[in-house]
């Protein structure tokens, strides 16, 4: 470069070719590093998942302490009353905890002797008395990693969303891992279902509590996580994610393993998959408030039709965000993240809470 006779220094200046090498050099910088941020910030909001789980776990570890029964899920409307309207029903298992997770407030302002719905439906208007208790998001409630969408399916009162669903065990349909299960089967979950208005043989008792638990609480699962359905139309639902999209499950009494296969069909039933998820204070099964130890973590879901002696339901079971697996609470308050991969045989075991089996997914 020629400065000519100019007394200042001569300053040499970037050429066109430099500036391109300099800005590639930045953006494979920015390649590598935005990959590990993001892993950070989603290792960051796990644990907070997972934390959300251990409180979820404490609080019903303390109920159980104070009442000596578990929490129950009501799956169905509670019964008409005398002077018009209905009982109790359809609260979930996550109502009764609110005291035990700092929402007493919340707590107080559900009138639970009504049914948690308009007439004996499981749909919350805005007049219903319910509405802005059940509207409430509750931060325990909610995965960091899994992001709830503004819905009405379940109300124009617009209930507040959760992420997490208690054990039910396996359906009553199933037979066990190789048949050894008298059907149909009653329940061997940790967090028991009723229905009021309707009781259902299979249920079982609604007053378990930890002496139920035979193969120890530490080897059955109590709580995990669940996505939450965004999708608001069956345009939504279909182009949606797979696992949040339910099958018909044929009503036969068969294994685990078979059950698993008969999930395997491709036809989406939009309306048994659209309200998963959208109301923490909904026991109704369609809700999503539990799920079953039957697929593997973000497998495939489905539903069982109506009969007289079951009823119908989901056959949900965990799924998150969480890349590779979900997080789970036992019944001993631990908490754990268990894979995709986690061996079947285990998982069925991990989700039954009197089947006997020596596996456990501390195993894993």
């Given at each position: ?9 001569c300053?040499?200046g970037?050429?066109?070719v430099?500036?391109l090498v300099?800005?590639?050099i930045i ?10 941020v993001?892993m950070?910030r ?9 934390n ?8 019903v570890m303390?109920y159980?302490?104070a009442?000596q ?12 009353k005398v002077g ?5 029903g359809y609260?979930s ?6 005291p ?6 919340v ?8 049914n948690?719905?308009d007439?004996?439906t499981?749909?919350i208007?805005?007049a219903h008395?319910?509405?802005a208790?059940a509207?409430?998001t509750?931060?325990t409630?909610l995965?960091p990693s ?5 819905n009405?399916v ?5 209930p ?6 208690a ?15 008298q ?5 061997n979950g940790?967090?028991?279902?009723i229905?009021?208005?309707?009781p ?11 002496k139920?638990?035979?193969d120890?609480?530490?080897n059955t699962a109590?709580i995990?996580?669940?996505l939450i359905?965004?999708g608001n139309?069956a345009t939504?639902?279909n182009?949606?994610d797979?696992?949040l999209?339910s099958r018909?499950?044929?009503e036969?009494f068969?294994t685990?393993?078979?059950t ?5 069909g491709s036809?989406?039933?939009?309306f ?6 959208r109301?923490?204070s909904s026991g109704?099964?369609y809700a999503?408030g ?7 973590p ?7 039709g109506?009969s007289p002696?079951?009823?119908?339901f ?6 998150s965000?969480h890349?590779?697996?979900v997080n789970?609470?036992?019944?001993d308050?631990s908490?754990?993240?268990?894979t ?8 069925w ?16």
């Amino acid at each position: 470069m020629d400065c000519g006779n100019s007394r200042r220094a001569c300053v040499r200046g970037f050429t066109l070719v430099e500036l391109l090498v300099v800005i590639a050099i930045i953006a494979v910088l920015m390649g590598l590093l935005l990959p590990a941020v993001q892993m950070a910030r989603e290792a960051s909001r796990r644990a907070a998942c997972g934390n959300n789980l251990r409180q979820l776990g404490l609080a019903v570890m303390n109920y159980e302490s104070a009442r000596q029964k578990l929490p129950v899920n009501q799956v169905g409307p509670g019964a008409p009353k005398v002077g018009g309207g209905y009982q109790a029903g359809y609260y979930s298992w996550l109502v009764p905890l609110l005291p035990y997770v700092e929402q007493t407030n919340v707590y107080d302002r559900l009138n639970r002797t009504i049914n948690n719905g308009d007439g004996n439906t499981h749909r919350i208007s805005s007049a219903h008395p319910n509405a802005a208790a059940a509207a409430t998001t509750i931060g325990t409630f909610l995965c960091p990693s899994d992001t709830p969408g503004v819905n009405t399916v379940m109300g124009t009162a617009n209930p507040a969303s959760s992420s997490y669903a208690a054990n039910s065990g396996w359906p009553p349909y199933s037979s066990g891992v190789s048949g050894e299960r008298q059907t149909p089967g009653r329940f061997n979950g940790a967090i028991p279902l009723i229905d009021p208005g309707t009781p259902r043989v299979w249920h079982g008792s609604p007053s378990l509590g930890w002496k139920d638990f035979i193969d120890g609480s530490s080897n059955t699962a109590l709580i995990a996580e669940r996505l939450i359905q965004t999708g608001n139309s069956a345009t939504d639902i279909n182009n949606g994610d797979e696992r949040l999209k339910s099958r018909h499950v044929l009503e036969r009494f068969e294994t685990l393993s078979a059950t698993v296969d008969n999930l395997t069909g491709s036809h989406t039933h939009v309306f048994e998959s659209a309200h998963i998820g959208r109301s923490w204070s909904s026991g109704w099964s369609y809700a999503g408030g539990t799920y079953f130890h039957v697929v593997n973590p973000n497998g495939n879901i489905g539903y069982y039709g109506s009969s007289p002696d079951f009823g119908s339901f989901l056959v949900l079971t965990s799924s998150s965000r969480h890349p590779g697996g979900v997080n789970l609470v036992l019944g001993d308050g631990s908490t754990t993240f268990v894979t995709d991969e986690v061996t079947p045989v285990v998982w069925w075991a991990t989700g039954s809470r009197n089947d006997g089996r020596t596996e456990s997914i501390h195993m894993e």
